[in-house]
Nanobody, 124 residues
Framework: QVQLVESGGGLVQPGGSLRLSCTAS????????MGWFRQAPGKEREFVAA????????RYADFVKGRFTISRDNAKNTVSLQMNMLNPEDTGVYYC?????????????????WGQGTQVIVSS
């Protein structure tokens, strides 16, 4: 059974940066795609970014373009999300997700595997 474990969340001041990581164990997504989603209190889970593992083609939500970068590390079986210029609206629980088909998607239900989430708080 594939498991995804996120790390790297925390408290950061507005304008600051964080780097989230998600490591897969029990399998790989080398023939699929991975994504990051987030959920703020009282709101629905929303798409942040996704990447096709083999081609590194990527896709971003409009509200993170130019600020966030998704990448993957084959050797570590890890996908990362570099988040810069953070603002309070970026606060939420960030989830890593994986799917076994190499298609970018912003729809949570298209992903088969999920991590437990990591909390990001942007506040002064």
């Amino acid at each position: 059974q594939v498991q995804l474990v996120e790390s790297g969340g925390g408290l950061v001041q507005p304008g600051g940066s964080l780097r989230l990581s998600c490591t897969a164990s029990g399998g790989t997504f080398s023939n699929g795609a991975m994504g990051w989603f987030r959920q703020a209190p009282g709101k629905e889970r929303e798409f942040v970014a996704a990447i096709i593992w083999s081609s590194t083609a990527d896709r971003y939500a409009d509200f993170v373009k130019g600020r966030f970068t998704i990448s993957r590390d084959n050797a570590k079986n890890t996908v990362s999300l570099q988040m810069n210029m953070l603002n309070p609206e970026d606060t939420g629980v960030y989830y890593c997700a994986g799917r076994t088909v190499p298609i970018l998607s912003g729809t949570p239900s298209r992903y088969d595997y999920w991590g437990q989430g990591t909390q990001v708080i942007v506040s002064s």
